[in-house]
C-alpha cells in the first residue's frame, strides 16, 4: 500500500548500542523528517531532507545521524544509544515547501526504549 | 523565531458540546499555520491548513480554524464533538517565504470526551 511506514514500531535497547530506525515512503515525496515527541516538548526536529543526498540538523540532532541515498528511504541512527533518547519517534515527508497543498504526512511512529 | 503556544494542556468536553482549542503564535509576517490531530498510537494527521485568503478555513472531520492576525491566534473549533475526538491536537507554525520549511509545532492539547 502507498504511504509511509516505519520499523520497528517498538525497539529495546541497550545504553552504548547502535540502533537504526527505518522510514519509507511511496509517494516520491522530496522533503522527508525525522521527530521525536516527548512530553512536555512536543514534536522537535531532529534532521531533514530535501532531497536525495541532502540532509541537515533540525533543532536535536546530536547523537544522531541520518542518510538518504534514495528519495524514497531516510533512516535514522542513533549511534550509541543514551538514556535521555527515549522517545517516540516520527518520520514524515511532504511533496513541497509548506504551500497550498502541501502537509506532512506521518508514519505511525517508533517507540525506542534505551535502558 | 517562530513559536507556537497551545496554553491548554488538557481539555475535557462532554459529548455533543462545542469545542475550542486554542493556539497562539509568534512569527514576523503571515505565516503557514497548520491543526494535526493525534490518535493514540498513532502518527500525526493533518486536519486543516492556513496560508492565505479566506481566513475561517474548513477542515476534516467537521472541524474549522480561523485566523486572527491581531491576536496571532488560529482556534481550532467544533460546534459539537463526537467521542471518536478524543485525541491530541497539535496546532503548527511554518514560514511562507523560500528556503528550508522549518514547521514548529506546538507541545499539543489533549482532548478528552465525556459521554
Known amino acids: 500500500d502507498a504511504g509511509i511506514t516505519q520499523s520497528p514500531r517498538y525497539k529495546i535497547t541497550e545504553t552504548g548500542r547502535q540502533v537504526t530506525l527505518m522510514c519509507h515512503q511511496t509517494w516520491s515525496h522530496s522533503y522527508m523528517f525525522w521527530y521525536r515527541q516527548d512530553l512536555g516538548h512536543g514534536l522537535r526536529l531532529i534532521y531533514y531532507?530535501?532531497?536525495?543526498?541532502?540532509?541537515d540538523k533540525g533543532e536535536v540532532p546530536d547523537g544522531y545521524v541520518v542518510s538518504r541515498s534514495k528519495t524514497e528511504n531516510f533512516p535514522l541512527t542513533l549511534e550509541s544509544a543514551t538514556r535521555s533518547q527515549t522517545s517516540v519517534y516520527f518520520c514524515?515527508?511532504?511533496?513541497?515547501?509548506?504551500?497550498?497543498?502541501?502537509?506532512?504526512?506521518f508514519g505511525s511512529g517508533t517507540r525506542l526504549t534505551v535502558v | 523565531a517562530q513559536s507556537v503556544t497551545q496554553p491548554d494542556i488538557h481539555i475535557t468536553v462532554s459529548e455533543g458540546a462545542s469545542l475550542e482549542l486554542r493556539c497562539n503564535y509568534s512569527?514576523?509576517?503571515?505565516?503557514?499555520l497548520f491543526w494535526y490531530v493525534q490518535s493514540p498510537g498513532q502518527g500525526l494527521q493533518l486536519l486543516l491548513k492556513?496560508?492565505?485568503?479566506?481566513?475561517l478555513v474548513q477542515g476534516i472531520k467537521g472541524f474549522e480554524a480561523e485566523f486572527k492576525r491581531s491576536q496571532s491566534s488560529f482556534n481550532l473549533r467544533k460546534p459539537s464533538v463526537h467521542w471518536s475526538d478524543a485525541a491530541e491536537y497539535f496546532c503548527a507554525v511554518g514560514p511562507n517565504s523560500g528556503g528550508y520549511q522549518k514547521v514548529t509545532f506546538g507541545t499539543g492539547t489533549k482532548l478528552q470526551v465525556i459521554p
Open positions: 492556513y496560508f492565505s485568503g479566506d481566513t
Open positions: 512569527y514576523g509576517a503571515t505565516p503557514y
Open positions: 514524515a515527508s511532504s511533496a513541497a515547501r509548506p504551500g497550498p497543498g502541501s502537509g506532512y504526512t
Open positions: 531532507s530535501a532531497a536525495a543526498d541532502i540532509t
